[in-house]
T-cell receptor, first 115, second 112 residues
Framework: GAGVSQSPRYKVTKRGQDVALRCDPISGHVSLYWYRQALGQGPEFLTYFNYEAQQDKSGLPNDRFSAERPEGSISTLTIQRTEQRDSAMYRC?????????????FGPGTRLTVL | KNQVEQSPQSLIILEGKNCTLQ??????????LRWYKQDTGRGPVSLTIMTFSENTKSNGRYTATLDADTKQSSLHITASQLSDSASYIC???????????FGQGTELSVKP
């Protein structure tokens, strides 16, 4: 079956612009997670959802970052007024159910470059 | 502060040899510990997941151990193959699994 998909795969934007990154989880997966990964670093947790409810957003760097999952499926991570330090790989993962032991399946990521 | 530290930072071994990667963590409340393999340019792929009560778990040539008392884990790779070259990331789950704290990873290179 299809895995986690993300779009766009690459995004280049000018500083100050808003960007929206999309994640389409595996069908039927309840939990959806967003991570940010700088070059040469491990992924950094941003936020996660169970169904449409945002459970934990403590990893979001500041209030320019927001995420939503209005229908409990597709999620959008929005970065407003982008800054160069926002440049990174943004990865989405989903798991069948939020039980901790469930495997998280990662998408290919969106490479964001802010000029 | 929740933290996961891995060692060594990088490792080069010859094909066919064994190796062991280390992970120390200070995460509370602890839910589970995972080891991921991440190939260059790809997303992390889960190798093992261990809860508090599990001491060891194997996945083919990969064997992970967990000592919840000392808050240490190791990943042992047996009979390494060239395809094992990747970054190996230790991830500790807090808050009933919802929040994952990632280590910096160990970069493993297997040479022929």
């Amino acid at each position: 079956g299809a895995g986690v998909s993300q779009s766009p795969r690459y995004k280049v934007t000018k500083r100050g612009q808003d960007v929206a990154l999309r994640c389409d989880p595996i069908s039927g997966h309840v939990s959806l997670y967003w991570y940010r990964q700088a070059l040469g670093q491990g992924p950094e947790f941003l936020t996660y959802f169970n169904y449409e409810a945002q459970q934990d957003k403590s990893g979001l760097p500041n209030d320019r970052f927001s995420a939503e999952r209005p229908e409990g499926s597709i999620s959008t991570l929005t970065i407003q007024r982008t800054e160069q330090r926002d440049s990174a790989m943004y990865r989405c993962a989903s798991s069948l159910w939020h039980r901790g032991e469930d495997t998280q399946y990662f998408g290919p990521g969106t490479r964001l470059t802010v000029l | 502060k929740n933290q996961v530290e891995q060692s060594p930072q990088s490792l080069i071994i010859l094909e066919g040899k064994n190796c062991t990667l280390q992970c120390n963590y200070t995460v509370s409340p602890f839910s589970n510990l995972r080891w991921y393999k991440q190939d260059t340019g790809r997303g992390p792929v889960s190798l093992t997941i261990m809860t508090f009560s599990e001491n060891t778990k194997s996945n083919g040539r990969y064997t992970a151990t967990l000592d919840a008392d000392t808050k240490q884990s190791s990943l042992h790779i047996t009979a390494s193959q060239l395809s094992d070259s990747a970054s190996y990331i230790c991830v500790v789950s807090a808050d009933q699994g919802g929040k994952l704290i990632f280590g910096q990873g160990t970069e493993l290179s297997v040479k022929p």
